[in-house]
């Protein structure tokens, strides 16, 4: 079978409809690597975020380890979270524009629609 990273690259190469509904069926059975810090005063976390349109905010996470560029790496410690509660906390985000997995190779975006679905059709309205 193949793998999300492999279908994220085969995406990336020639993006297609019908691949982009696999990759997102795929997503909604498995788990990301998402960056976070410390949150100031040391109480939880923070995750990366990337500047999104109009003000909003993406979240960037990974299908794999090996998707993650060392230099930023070294900056960031990983979560390996479901990718349901992953997209149920960035809906909580009232910034969110969206997420971006593999955002150094493959860059596929997932925009809030498709999180609420990942999400089980929850998440903060919108």
Known sequence: MESLTQ???????????SLAAQIVSQLAAGEL????????????FCPDTI???ENAVL????SAQTQI??????????????????????????RCGGVVIDPFTA????????LRELAGGGGAAR
């Open 7 to 17: 279908m994220l690259r085969r995406y990336q190469r020639k993006p297609e409809q």
């Open 33 to 44: 690597y998402v960056p976070v810090q410390a949150a100031s005063g040391g109480q939880g």
């Open 51 to 53: 500047p999104g349109p």
């Open 59 to 62: 979240f960037p996470a990974f």
């Open 69 to 94: 560029a060392n230099e930023y790496g070294e900056r960031f410690a990983f979560l390996h979270l479901a990718t349901s509660a992953f997209a149920a906390a960035c809906l909580n985000d009232p």
């Open 107 to 114: 860059k596929f975006f997932l925009p809030t629609e498709a």
